[in-house]
């Protein structure tokens, strides 16, 4: 449910590297000096992408790194002091009917070969930092994109457009595709980090 990339259009394509930022808890890579997080090194325009989970993480990394961009891609957004555990009552999602198998929650629209490998490559995430509160006091003040997922049956569209109107005062990026777009609608996502990575360079003072 976690995952993070650093995506950094360099020269005259984009550099995407995919860091695991749960190390393994999901709050322990925002320490400061992470190792993941040094992987970067100088690299400048650099967009962060949180996907469901990784919302909880990808703030915390842009900030930490002074990111040009910040996008949740199907993420949940918390709030100062939230706990992943309090999200789901906060946000209301305890009201949403969601399936329980997997195949139609997460992997809709995924074709069964990449979900099998999805499945495959999936870690415990359990831990005491369910319950730990978000540890920033305020969201990074970095421009800030959200993608919702019109197929998603784990965060629904309706709910996530609610859910990022309220915590980010902004309109959704709508694409299709279901929980894990990604895989199944991969062109429509690197659409989006693209139409970002460009506008963000053209406001920038200096080239990307």
Do not use: K
């Not at 970095?142 to 709910?159: E, G, N, V």
């Not at 894990?180 to 920038?204: H, M, R």
Request: hydrophobic share 40%.
């Amino acid at each position: 449910m976690s995952s993070g990339r650093v995506r950094s259009p360099c020269g005259t394509g984009p550099h995407e590297q995919r860091l695991d930022v749960t190390c393994p808890g999901a709050l322990a890579a925002i320490s400061p000096g992470c190792q993941r997080l040094q992987l970067i090194g100088s690299r400048h325009h650099v967009i962060v992408v949180g996907h469901s989970l990784g919302g909880f993480t990808a703030p915390l990394v842009g900030d930490e790194l002074h990111a040009d961009g910040l996008v949740y891609l199907a993420g949940m957004i918390p709030l100062p002091g939230e706990s992943f555990m309090d999200w789901w009552i906060n946000t209301g999602h305890i009201h949403e009917s969601v399936d329980d198998d997997t195949a139609v929650s997460f992997f809709n629209d995924v074709p069964e070969a990449l979900a099998a490998e999805a499945r495959d490559r999936e870690r415990d995430q359990q831990g005491g930092w369910m319950s730990s509160p978000w540890p920033a006091d305020h969201h990074p003040d970095i421009p800030t994109r959200a993608i919702l997922c019109t197929d998603d049956q784990f965060f629904p569209a309706p709910f996530m457009r609610r859910h990022i109107r309220e915590r980010l005062g902004i309109e959704p990026v709508e694409i299709p595709g279901g929980h894990y777009a990604a895989l199944s609608e991969p062109a429509a996502v690197a659409a989006v980090l693209n139409d970002f990575a460009s506008e963000l360079a053209s406001a920038g003072s200096s080239p990307w």
